[in-house]
């Protein structure tokens, strides 16, 4: 009954997690199509946005939004909860609808459902291996820090001379992948809050999650500048839970079991949350009216 009551809690603290995300991401992409995109990647773009109020907003948002995903990911699993973070596209399409006084399509509801139902079909699936908590040391988290940051320099150097819709999708990609790191290193933080607050202000972990958020930001801000939330809202959502449950399988042995059916049954329901976030992300309410980053 204790561990019911938990995993509610945890699925109503992720999904509030996820509807404060969504407004930073209506919030941060306003402010950030209004700045020329200039170079291919502009690492001073925070400084550019610092001095706007509704950015400013956006970055107050986003800060309760990662302090209710940091509960969740203290109560619960990564398995758990990254998907529920990832239904953020969810939300910031009423909030788009809001904000554009614009009425919902039928291919924004036929998104909403897929993404649902294959949220539904990822949170069905047997428990993950392991549940308890998992502490590991500096150097398989640093192994695993390494491994993202190749990828994500890799995803960023094949970006740099693409065509603005393909940059900004790269961007993004590598703004969810570096996420899903921040993930990984704020759960190891929550869970060793229990060895003394002030003894964390000065360990890896903390200043390793700063790292993560900024370098994270100005990707996905950069990536927000280039282009409409159509050509990178899909794979911010995505590349971040998936790099986070790769982490979680690797570093803590928490990946979902490996028989037949959860295996199957993890796939489709992976499936149908990605036709769900394209369907969603192809909504005119994320499209830009100026039509940036267009062929």
């Known amino acids: 009954m204790a561990h019911d009551r938990q995993a509610e809690v945890v699925i109503a603290v992720g999904l509030a997690a996820a509807m ?3 407004l930073r991401f209506v919030l941060q992409q306003h ?19 610092l001095r706007r109020p509704m950015w400013l907003a956006g970055i107050a948002t986003m800060v309760c939004g990662q302090l209710l ?5 203290g109560l619960g699993s990564l398995v758990v909860v ?7 596209v969810l939300f910031a399409l009423p909030l788009g609808a809001l904000w554009s006084r614009r009425r919902l399509q039928r291919g924004d509801w036929i998104g909403a459902v897929s993404m649902i139902a294959g949220l539904a079909l990822l949170l069905g699936l047997d428990r993950p291996q392991r549940t308890g908590t998992v502490l590991v040391g500096a150097w398989p988290i640093l192994l695993g820090g390494g491994a993202v940051a190749v990828v994500v320099g890799l995803i960023v150097a094949f970006a740099i001379n693409r065509r603005a819709r393909v940059r900004a999708l790269m961007l993004a990609a590598a703004a969810g992948t570096t996420f899903g790191m921040q993930d990984v290193l704020t759960q190891q933080l929550i869970r060793r809050l229990g060895q003394g607050l002030l003894t964390q202000l000065v360990s890896w972990p903390l200043w390793s999650v700063v790292g993560a958020a900024a370098i994270g930001l100005t990707f996905a801000q950069n990536a927000f500048s280039t282009a409409d939330l ?20 690797v570093l803590f042995g928490q990946g979902l079991r490996t028989n037949p059916g959860s295996l199957a049954a993890g796939a489709a329901g992976l499936a149908v949350m990605v036709l ?3 369907l969603l992300t ?5 499209l830009d009216p100026h039509q940036r980053g267009s062929p």
Do not use: F, I
Request: aromatic content about 0%; glycine content about 8%.
């Open 276 to 278: 769900g976030v394209v």
């Open 82 to 88: 990254e998907p529920l973070l990832a239904t953020n």
């Open 20 to 22: 404060l995300l969504a």
């Open 69 to 73: 995903g940091a509960t969740a990911l």
């Open 230 to 249: 159509s050509a990178s809202l899909p794979a911010l959502t995505l590349a971040e839970p998936v790099t986070g449950l790769l982490l979680s399988t």
């Open 31 to 49: 402010q950030a199509a209004e700045v020329p995109s200039g170079a291919p990647l502009r690492p001073g773009l925070l400084l550019v946005l």
């Open 282 to 286: 192809r909504s005119p309410l994320v």
